[in-house]
């Protein structure tokens, strides 16, 4: 196992991990998949177009008008609505590896979604190797 570890500057922060996940893939030489697992309750993981910079603005806005921060939930840290936008984007990623190259389209990117920061984080990396 892998961790990457992360510091977030913002409460609400998108940081792109695909680079550091194209070279560990590449390190690894093999091919199959990798499992990427974010061990917090208020931050994420996605796959998502990763060229347009505005695309990490849309993604954090719309979140926080869907849920937002103030509204009366019961939970008493004052990150229920974090805790909720992690559940919408998901805490685990698989993506397949050949030959050490991370299989992710074109305009792809992988992006770790900050919820209640400034934190300290880490995400952790699990390669499958398959038979090829």
Known sequence: ????????????????????????AKNWG?????????????????VQENYDPSVKEDLLTTLERLIPRNFGYKHSENNADAHIKSVLCGVSLNLPVSAGHLLIGRWQGVLFLEMDGPRKREVYLTFIESEE
Do not use: W
């Open 30 to 46: 093999k091919s199959g998949l990798v499992n990427i697992y974010c061990p917090h309750t208020t931050a994420g993981l996605t």
């Open 1 to 24: 196992m892998i961790s990457i570890q992360l510091e977030t500057k913002e409460r609400m922060q998108v940081l792109d991990l695909t680079k550091d996940l194209v070279r560990i």
